[in-house]
Nanobody
Framework: EVRLVESGGGLVQPGGSLRLSCAAS????????MSWVRQAPGKGLEWVSS????????SYGDSVKGRFTISRDNARNTLYLQMNSLKPEDTAVYYC?????RGQGTQVTVSS
């Protein structure tokens, strides 16, 4: 059974930074693409970023490109999202995803 547990969210001021983590279990973490998606209040799911199985090929949505960095540690079965220069419009619940499977999410709120 795929299990994904996100952590690291919180309240941050505009311009600040947060690092999200996702602990994965129940599958071979190193074998597939992993992603981050988010859902802002009252809106649908938005793809944020993905990374290849070996960690060498990241990709980003236009809204976060240049500010967010995705990475993974296959030895620790953990996915990360470093978020810098945060904006109020980044406020959302952030989910770690493998295909259609998602964790419970972690809330990120950007506000002064």
């Amino acid at each position: 059974e795929v299990r994904l547990v996100e952590s690291g969210g919180g309240l941050v001021q505009p311009g600040g930074s947060l690092r999200l983590s996702c602990a994965a279990s129940g599958f071979t973490f190193s074998s597939g693409v992993m992603s981050w998606v988010r859902q802002a209040p009252g809106k649908g799911l938005e793809w944020v970023s993905s990374i290849s199985s070996d960690g060498r090929t990241p990709s980003y949505g236009d809204s976060v490109k240049g500010r967010f960095t995705i990475s993974r540690d296959n030895a620790r079965n953990t996915l990360y999202l470093q978020m810098n220069s945060l904006k109020p419009e980044d406020t959302a619940v952030y989910y770690c995803a493998k295909g259609p499977a998602r964790g419970q999410g972690t809330q990120v709120t950007v506000s002064s």
